[in-house]
Protein backbone atom coordinates (compact mmCIF):
# COMPACT_ATOMS: atom_id res chain seq x y z
CA UNK A 1 0.00 0.00 0.00
CA UNK A 2 1.44 3.14 -0.93
CA UNK A 3 2.17 5.35 2.28
CA UNK A 4 0.64 9.35 1.60
CA UNK A 5 2.39 11.82 1.70
CA UNK A 6 1.27 14.22 4.13
CA UNK A 7 1.68 18.55 4.36
CA UNK A 8 0.74 18.66 7.71
CA UNK A 9 4.17 18.83 9.67
CA UNK A 10 2.84 16.63 12.49
CA UNK A 11 6.33 17.79 14.75
CA UNK A 12 4.36 21.50 15.22
CA UNK A 13 1.25 19.74 16.88
CA UNK A 14 1.88 19.70 20.63
CA UNK A 15 -1.26 17.58 21.58
CA UNK A 16 -1.72 13.71 20.59
CA UNK A 17 -5.71 14.52 20.66
CA UNK A 18 -5.64 16.69 17.60
CA UNK A 19 -2.72 14.73 16.00
CA UNK A 20 -5.68 11.54 16.23
CA UNK A 21 -8.25 13.80 14.42
CA UNK A 22 -6.08 13.97 11.65
CA UNK A 23 -5.50 10.60 11.15
CA UNK A 24 -9.12 9.69 11.64
CA UNK A 25 -10.60 12.12 9.31
CA UNK A 26 -7.47 11.58 6.40
CA UNK A 27 -6.58 15.47 6.80
CA UNK A 28 -3.37 15.24 5.40
CA UNK A 29 -3.72 17.56 2.66
CA UNK A 30 -5.07 21.29 2.01
CA UNK A 31 -7.35 19.78 0.07
CA UNK A 32 -8.66 17.64 2.30
CA UNK A 33 -9.29 20.64 4.74
CA UNK A 34 -10.25 22.72 2.11
CA UNK A 35 -13.62 19.83 2.15
CA UNK A 36 -14.26 20.00 5.65
CA UNK A 37 -18.05 20.95 6.75
CA UNK A 38 -18.79 23.10 9.35
CA UNK A 39 -22.53 22.73 10.57
CA UNK A 40 -24.77 25.80 9.47
CA UNK A 41 -28.04 26.31 11.27
CA UNK A 42 -29.56 28.37 8.46
CA UNK A 43 -29.87 25.35 6.55
CA UNK A 44 -30.67 23.02 9.53
CA UNK A 45 -33.73 22.71 11.74
CA UNK A 46 -32.23 23.63 14.87
CA UNK A 47 -35.81 23.04 17.49
CA UNK A 48 -34.72 20.22 18.90
CA UNK A 49 -31.45 21.37 19.73
CA UNK A 50 -30.46 22.73 23.18
CA UNK A 51 -29.89 25.84 24.42
CA UNK A 52 -27.15 27.20 26.96
CA UNK A 53 -25.95 31.16 27.37
CA UNK A 54 -23.48 32.38 29.75
CA UNK A 55 -22.74 36.19 30.39
CA UNK A 56 -19.43 37.73 30.75
CA UNK A 57 -17.92 41.23 32.02
CA UNK A 58 -14.47 43.01 31.37
CA UNK A 59 -14.17 46.36 32.60
CA UNK A 60 -12.48 48.03 29.47
CA UNK A 61 -14.17 49.61 26.74
CA UNK A 62 -15.88 48.13 23.77
CA UNK A 63 -14.09 48.98 20.88
CA UNK A 64 -10.65 47.74 23.08
CA UNK A 65 -12.41 44.41 23.47
CA UNK A 66 -13.96 43.73 20.51
CA UNK A 67 -9.99 44.52 18.95
CA UNK A 68 -8.86 42.07 21.66
CA UNK A 69 -11.08 39.33 20.48
CA UNK A 70 -10.40 39.85 16.72
CA UNK A 71 -6.56 39.84 17.49
CA UNK A 72 -5.75 37.44 20.08
CA UNK A 73 -3.06 34.88 19.01
CA UNK A 74 -4.91 31.88 18.63
CA UNK A 75 -2.16 30.06 21.02
CA UNK A 76 -3.24 32.76 23.64
CA UNK A 77 -6.89 32.45 23.29
CA UNK A 78 -7.20 28.80 23.60
CA UNK A 79 -4.99 27.47 26.92
CA UNK A 80 -4.56 26.71 30.11
CA UNK A 81 -6.16 23.90 32.30
CA UNK A 82 -8.76 22.66 29.63
CA UNK A 83 -7.47 24.15 26.11
CA UNK A 84 -5.01 23.84 24.23
CA UNK A 85 -4.42 25.19 20.65
CA UNK A 86 -3.67 22.64 18.12
CA UNK A 87 -4.01 23.87 14.27
CA UNK A 88 -5.10 26.35 12.18
CA UNK A 89 -6.81 26.12 8.33
CA UNK A 90 -7.50 29.30 6.79
CA UNK A 91 -9.91 28.95 3.80
CA UNK A 92 -9.20 32.25 2.20
CA UNK A 93 -5.28 31.74 1.64
CA UNK A 94 -5.59 27.41 1.74
CA UNK A 95 -3.00 27.29 4.22
CA UNK A 96 -2.22 25.74 7.68
CA UNK A 97 -1.01 27.61 10.87
CA UNK A 98 0.66 26.11 13.85
CA UNK A 99 1.18 27.21 16.95
CA UNK A 100 4.27 29.75 16.75
CA UNK A 101 3.25 31.07 13.47
CA UNK A 102 2.45 35.03 12.90
CA UNK A 103 -1.65 35.69 12.62
CA UNK A 104 -3.04 38.37 11.30
CA UNK A 105 -6.47 38.71 13.32
CA UNK A 106 -9.65 36.35 13.02
CA UNK A 107 -11.30 35.75 9.88
CA UNK A 108 -14.31 34.11 8.56
CA UNK A 109 -13.53 30.61 7.40
CA UNK A 110 -11.05 30.00 9.50
CA UNK A 111 -10.66 26.17 10.90
CA UNK A 112 -9.46 25.64 14.58
CA UNK A 113 -8.35 22.35 16.39
CA UNK A 114 -8.18 22.16 19.76
CA UNK A 115 -7.84 19.59 22.54
CA UNK A 116 -10.01 20.36 25.21
CA UNK A 117 -9.14 18.13 29.09
CA UNK A 118 -12.09 17.22 31.17
CA UNK A 119 -12.02 15.11 34.49
CA UNK A 120 -8.56 15.86 35.87
CA UNK A 121 -7.34 14.80 32.66
CA UNK A 122 -9.09 11.82 32.10
CA UNK A 123 -10.68 12.27 28.81
CA UNK A 124 -9.28 14.42 26.59
CA UNK A 125 -10.50 15.08 23.12
CA UNK A 126 -10.50 17.12 19.68
CA UNK A 127 -12.74 19.75 19.11
CA UNK A 128 -13.02 21.59 15.70
CA UNK A 129 -15.09 24.91 14.90
CA UNK A 130 -14.95 27.48 12.06
CA UNK A 131 -15.53 30.98 12.20
CA UNK A 132 -18.50 31.98 10.07
CA UNK A 133 -19.20 35.37 10.71
CA UNK A 134 -17.76 38.54 11.93
CA UNK A 135 -19.61 41.65 12.39
CA UNK A 136 -17.87 44.72 12.94
CA UNK A 137 -21.05 47.26 13.03
CA UNK A 138 -23.03 44.38 15.63
CA UNK A 139 -19.80 43.38 17.44
CA UNK A 140 -20.35 39.42 17.13
CA UNK A 141 -18.30 36.60 16.37
CA UNK A 142 -19.97 33.11 15.37
CA UNK A 143 -18.90 30.01 15.17
CA UNK A 144 -19.53 26.63 13.81
CA UNK A 145 -18.82 23.05 15.15
CA UNK A 146 -17.40 20.54 12.34
CA UNK A 147 -19.45 17.96 11.08
CA UNK A 148 -17.30 15.36 11.78
CA UNK A 149 -16.90 16.30 15.17
CA UNK A 150 -19.15 14.41 18.83
CA UNK A 151 -21.81 17.51 18.67
CA UNK A 152 -23.16 19.19 16.23
CA UNK A 153 -23.82 23.34 16.47
CA UNK A 154 -22.68 26.38 16.76
CA UNK A 155 -21.61 29.75 18.61
CA UNK A 156 -22.58 33.33 18.95
CA UNK A 157 -20.45 35.84 20.79
CA UNK A 158 -22.16 39.30 20.82
CA UNK A 159 -20.43 42.47 22.64
CA UNK A 160 -22.24 45.40 23.79
CA UNK A 161 -21.45 48.55 25.88
CA UNK A 162 -22.79 48.11 30.08
CA UNK A 163 -22.73 50.39 32.84
CA UNK A 164 -20.13 52.50 34.09
CA UNK A 165 -18.84 52.09 30.05
CA UNK A 166 -17.33 48.38 30.43
CA UNK A 167 -18.31 45.50 28.02
CA UNK A 168 -21.05 42.45 28.38
CA UNK A 169 -20.09 39.43 26.56
CA UNK A 170 -23.08 37.11 25.35
CA UNK A 171 -22.22 33.60 24.55
CA UNK A 172 -24.88 32.10 22.91
CA UNK A 173 -24.32 28.42 21.80
CA UNK A 174 -27.00 25.87 20.32
CA UNK A 175 -25.79 22.09 20.20
CA UNK A 176 -26.74 18.56 20.21
CA UNK A 177 -25.23 14.65 19.85
CA UNK A 178 -26.53 11.38 19.93
CA UNK A 179 -26.58 11.00 23.25
CA UNK A 180 -28.63 12.24 26.03
CA UNK A 181 -26.51 11.94 28.84
CA UNK A 182 -23.81 14.21 27.33
CA UNK A 183 -25.85 16.66 26.00
CA UNK A 184 -27.90 16.86 29.12
CA UNK A 185 -25.12 16.60 31.93
CA UNK A 186 -21.88 16.27 30.79
CA UNK A 187 -21.72 19.08 27.62
CA UNK A 188 -23.46 22.27 29.78
CA UNK A 189 -21.17 21.25 32.70
CA UNK A 190 -17.71 21.32 30.35
CA UNK A 191 -19.14 24.16 27.62
CA UNK A 192 -19.31 26.47 30.53
CA UNK A 193 -15.63 25.52 32.01
CA UNK A 194 -14.26 25.73 28.57
CA UNK A 195 -16.10 28.99 27.42
CA UNK A 196 -15.42 30.56 30.84
CA UNK A 197 -11.50 29.66 30.46
CA UNK A 198 -11.71 31.13 26.82
CA UNK A 199 -13.13 34.60 28.13
CA UNK A 200 -10.81 34.48 30.99
CA UNK A 201 -7.70 34.51 28.63
CA UNK A 202 -9.18 37.95 26.31
CA UNK A 203 -9.48 39.58 29.69
CA UNK A 204 -5.87 38.50 30.66
CA UNK A 205 -4.76 39.93 27.46
CA UNK A 206 -6.01 43.02 28.13
CA UNK A 207 -4.78 43.17 31.56
CA UNK A 208 -1.25 43.04 29.99
CA UNK A 209 -1.56 45.76 27.25
Known amino acids: MQQTISEVNFNRISNEQVVSFIHDNELYKLNDFAALESFC ?3 NCTKQFYQ ?4 FFIEERLEKVW ?5 IH ?8 MLEFGLQYCRNNNKLSYIDDEYTGAKAGQIVLIRVKALGGLAKVAVGHEITSINDEQHTLETSYLVKGK ?3 SQRIQLSTCNKGFTK ?6 YKSGSW ?5 IYPFFHTKAIREFHSNIRKSLAKQ
Open 41 to 43: PKT
Open 52 to 55: HHKT
Open 67 to 71: NAYKS
Open 74 to 81: PKKAWCGS
Open 151 to 153: SLG
Open 169 to 174: ISHHTI
Open 181 to 185: LRDKL
